[in-house]
């Protein structure tokens, strides 16, 4: 009886054993979490430069080439698609996405909904005119009677929207899609300042040969840049968070901002 029922003990195992579900199991990083065997990584891909399409239609960027060398170190697969920046949040609450890497303000709003790694750039959104025309802007209240722009959904936006009497003192306040048609606005008179972030604003006049100028105007209070998980997802962002500690430590990081930037920008 004892061999019996030994023989049938066994049995059991291995038809339990062989029950496992199709999908390749995730991997492990030696700890007690696994990592995924893909991340998917959602994105604005007109943001340069932190990550937009580029000559040959691959999407590229600075918080790209982050996350890039991120997933290297997880030894994770890595996907990024191009998402309605107005429904983030959706996009990361339906699992169509993991995580949103891509210059994104650490905010209360979003805190409610969305988990945060640390803060790992500053950002502050500042004024751009045209070349040569400055309208005597020197600080935010100067905006006043123009026609001022930004990009729908952005901080700026928040920030605006939030002062109903700057706001109100605008002569006209649109928002746009994208930087792109923003810039191309305000080359063509449509607006008379665009506000915006600033890495993103340097970046775009340096491909635009001299049209437009950036004022040392603050608009708002500086916000900080974080890597955004699902709200419960709190494995995955710690994970993320370690070798991107390790990406600032060992100076990887940095070498990034300094080859998208010309200057070290991480938070140490």
């Known amino acids: 009886m004892k061999k019996i029922f030994v023989a049938a003990l066994l049995l ?16 492990t990083d030696g700890g007690d979490n696994k990592v995924p065997e893909k991340i998917t990584i959602g994105l604005d891909d007109e943001y340069a430069p932190m990550g937009f399409k580029d000559e040959q239609n ?43 890497w891509n210059g994104l303000d650490i905010t209360p709003e979003r805190q409610e909904n969305m988990l945060f790694s640390k803060p790992y750039m500053d950002n502050r959104q500042i004024v751009f005119v045209k070349a040569g025309n400055d309208q005597g802007i020197a600080k935010e209240a100067d905006l006043a009677g123009k ?81 955004a998980f699902r709200k419960d997802d709190t494995a995955l962002r710690d994970k993320v968070q370690g070798v991107f500690d390790e990406m600032v430590k060992d100076g990887a990081a940095g070498k990034i901002s300094e080859q998208w930037f010309k200057a070290d920008l991480i938070k140490k």
């Open 12 to 27: 059991v195992t291995m038809v339990f054993a062989g029950c496992g579900g199709g999908n390749t199991p995730a991997k």
């Open 58 to 100: 691959q999407i590229v960027g600075f918080d790209v080439d982050l996350a890039k060398e991120a997933a290297k170190r997880l030894g994770t697969e890595v996907e990024f698609k191009a998402i309605d920046w107005n429904s983030k949040e959706a996009e990361l609450k339906s699992g169509r996405i993991d995580i949103i």
């Open 147 to 227: 026609g001022v722009g930004t990009q729908a959904g952005s901080t700026a936006e928040a920030y605006i929207d939030s002062q109903a009497e700057l706001k109100g003192s605008f002569r006209e306040f649109k928002t746009y899609g994208d930087y792109v048609s923003a810039f191309m606005d305000l080359e063509n008179g449509r607006i008379d300042a665009l506000v915006c972030d600033e890495i993103v604003g340097r970046y775009a006049m340096s491909k635009q040969d001299g049209k437009f100028d950036a004022l040392d105007v603050t608009v708002g209070p500086v916000s900080e840049f974080g890597i």
